[in-house]
């Protein structure tokens, strides 16, 4: 098709939709009053595409009605390029004004469709994106039969891409036999075309969530989506004067569409396939996401990461360990090169064949590794990769870890020829193919033995608790060095999280460990050691060795860093922290709050305005984004005063740290059922006599 007769599509169908959308909020006008409120649940960001192209936030059923003008304006502007890019930016836009108006009118999708996605959903999803774990995001729209669809989300799968599904094309998924659902990455947001807004609407939080950029900056806004989201969309067959729209609207949003319908190639950002079986190595290609093939060990089961997270029902379990109905544990070791056997698999006790079908049975797996430079410190990080190395294979569910696992293997794995010794060739596999680097030798004992598995469950629980001993004890002062990550600079562009033993990521899913073996196995990865230097400030945790590092690593824009205060020179923060500390001056105390609390906080500010004032790589001093561990941490905020300066937490977060809050200050610290508002917070603390009363009476 000529570039100019997709031009002409593309406005006859914005036309069509941007009247559909003016019914729409004519018609909830009349029901519901011009001046009711419309909103998608779970986001500070109103309408996102429209707030953060535009900077408005919309309300009510009139305003949306004047932004229906605007939008209309908007597509009519510019050179024709310009005016394709505007036009599917309108219709993207009065997509969102018809289905913010549906969502106050009917309310939610209907199962299993997810509409909307929340912020603190994105959150969570951005955090697998930050650490690799999923390396990008592809938008599926279209109409293709179950068989096509099989074939074409393998090819996802394997790269363990994140999967967006609107239109058409879910019945495909669905005849291919796929489970959809956040879990399994494969998220059908609704049936009919214009909920491919949702994708639109998500992807578009990116660079106001994440990379500190202004909501009404056009440009940077379509800059950052160009350069920064690792996003495609891949649209199968069907062109219309809906879906043409669509492929304009994405690509004036920076993000490419490779479809196999005929449409004019516009370089990296509309490309046409002969094949659909290509696009998702086109997308990966133009995006720049890279990805490895999952390796497959020699199991008689299909193994791969869309297998993760699979639930075996009861009435379909073949056989099941632990789950608090029998002894199981795993344990990995690190041993001594000549204490290895590599290849080793054995199994001491009966295999799948000689236990009774759909009844319990005890089980312990113990991993023996070596390598060189692999040591102790690293066996806990390395044994919690038994779970999503076991729950790769069809038909097996993990759950948990230690000695409080539970495994399930299905009927149809058992009939597939699964067998309980195949747990130990997965594990040698995949320990040899994921860590490459480090492990040199692998041996695997599998234990069914009922008093076999009650010895060894013994001894595995004594090397816990000298694991948790030593780890608990490690202090800043002990190590030769901290180490760094800088994984959130896709979003953050100047963030650099600084991870010592006293101070988790403020993702909180980085310890030190983590790091340390993260560097480790890559040391040109994500993390980096951070060699301590001289110690400046023992209290504020200040050390010259990380004032250069974070200057390095932030690009010139952070000079020094306090690890431990609010004040001066705090840490940054970046947009995936689990819990804000905030300063509150009228009661000179810090109150601490958790991702997820949606009320206003006792400053009357909600956990979203605080992170969107303090987070995107800033330094800003009375705010600090920080992981929920570091609550727990003796050096919690140490030069500040701890928790005797902690004066409002959420009940929640209160309860969840219990355990290291000072017994004598748990009662004093106020909570949301306490205190709403400072009046009601100065009342409280001077009743509960907390100790920065005594900071008051002296500044008195
Ligand atoms: S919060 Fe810190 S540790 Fe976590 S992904 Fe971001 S930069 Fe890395």
Not at 58 to 83: I, N, P, Q
Not at 114 to 141: N, W
Not at 303 to 313: A, K, V
């Amino acid at each position: 098709m000529l570039f100019k007769e997709f031009l002409v599509l593309v406005r006859r169908g914005v036309e069509e939709i941007l009247s559909k959308a003016v019914d729409s909020v004519s018609k909830a006008a009349e029901q519901l009053g011009k001046d009711a409120e419309v909103a998608f649940p779970g986001t500070v960001y109103g309408l996102p595409l429209i707030y953060a192209l535009t900077g408005r936030k919309l309300g009510s059923l009139e305003s949306l009605r004047g932004e229906l003008v605007s939008t209309k304006l908007l597509a009519m502007k510019k050179d024709e390029l310009t005016s394709l890019y505007n036009s599917g930016l309108a219709a993207l836009m009065a997509m969102e004004v018809s289905e913010a108006v549906n969502f106050s009118t009917v309310k939610a999708y209907p199962k299993p469709y997810v509409g909307f996605i929340s912020d603190t959903t994105f959150r969570e999803l951005s955090l697998s994106l930050a650490d690799g774990t999923v390396p990008g995001i592809a938008v599926l729209t279209g109409r293709a039969s179950g068989e096509e669809m099989h074939s074409l989300l393998g090819e996802l799968k394997d790269r363990n891409i994140l999967v967006l599904l609107a239109g058409p094309i879910i019945k495909g998924v669905k005849e291919a036999g796929y489970e959809l659902g956040l879990e399994s990455k494969l998220v059908p947001l609704g049936e009919s075309y214009p909920s491919i807004v949702y994708a639109a609407n998500l992807l578009v939080r990116t660079p106001l969530m994440f990379g500190g950029v202004e909501a009404g900056r056009r440009e940077e806004i379509l800059s950052y989506m160009k350069h920064r989201v690792p996003a495609f969309m891949i649209l199968l067959r069907e062109l219309s004067e809906v879906t043409a729209p669509i492929i304009a609207g994405f690509a004036g949003l920076g993000v490419p569409v490779i479809t196999d319908a005929d449409i004019p190639e516009i370089p990296r950002l509309t490309i046409k396939v002969d094949d659909y079986m290509k696009s998702v190595e086109v997308g990966c290609e133009v995006k720049g996401i890279k990805y490895k093939r999952v390796v497959k060990p020699p199991i008689p089961v299909d193994y791969g990461p869309s297998f993760e997270g699979e639930r075996i029902r009861k009435e379909n379990m073949y056989v099941e360990f632990g789950g608090a109905k029998t002894e199981a544990f795993e344990l990995l070791r690190i041993r001594k090169p000549g204490e290895v056997s590599d290849g080793h698999i054995e199994l001491v006790g009966p295999d799948l064949e000689e236990l009774a079908e759909g009844s319990p049975a005890p089980l312990g797996i113990i991993v023996d590794l070596a390598g060189e430079g692999v040591e102790r410190d690293l066996e806990a990080v390395l044994e919690r990769r038994i779970h999503q190395f076991l729950n790769r294979c069809k038909g097996l569910m993990h759950i948990g870890s230690r000695d409080e696992i539970w495994i399930r293997i299905s009927k149809e794995a058992a009939k597939a020829g699964l067998k309980i010794r195949n747990i130990g060739d997965i594990l040698y596999t995949m320990y040899h193919s994921t860590f490459p680097r480090i492990v040199e030798k692998v041996q695997v004992s599998v234990i069914t033995d009922p008093i076999q598995v009650s010895k060894m469950i013994g001894e595995a629980r004594r090397l816990y608790m000298e694991r948790d001993k030593k780890v608990k004890e490690l202090t800043e002062e002990e190590v030769d060095a901290f180490y760094g990550c800088t994984l959130c600079q896709s979003f953050a562009p100047t963030h650099v999280c600084v991870i010592t033993p006293e101070r988790v990521s403020l993702c909180g899913a980085t310890s030190w460990l983590d790091a340390k073996i993260s560097y480790k196995l890559d040391p040109s990865g994500p993390n980096f050691i951070v060699l301590k230097g001289r110690c400046l400030d023992p209290v504020k945790g200040e050390w010259t060795g990380v004032n250069e590092t974070v200057l390095d690593k932030s690009h010139g824009s952070t000079k020094r860093v306090y690890l431990h205060s609010i004040f001066g020179f705090p840490h940054t923060s970046c947009g995936c922290f689990e819990a804000i500390a905030f300063y509150i001056p009228e009661v000179d105390g810090i109150g601490v709050v958790h991702r997820g609390f949606k009320e206003a906080t006792v400053n009357g500010m909600t956990f979203s305005t605080m992170a969107g004032f303090c987070g995107g790589g800033k330094q800003v001093e009375g705010f600090l984004g920080i992981g929920v561990n570091y609550l727990r941490s003796k050096k919690f905020l140490v030069a500040d005063g701890g928790f005797n300066r902690v004066v409002w937490m959420t009940s929640e977060l209160k309860e969840r740290v219990k355990e290291s809050i000072p017994r004598d200050l748990y009662d004093k610290i106020a909570t949301e059922k306490d205190a709403s508002s400072i009046r009601d917070l100065q009342v409280f603390l001077r009743e509960a006599a907390h100790p920065v009363v005594q900071r008051w009476d002296k500044k008195a």
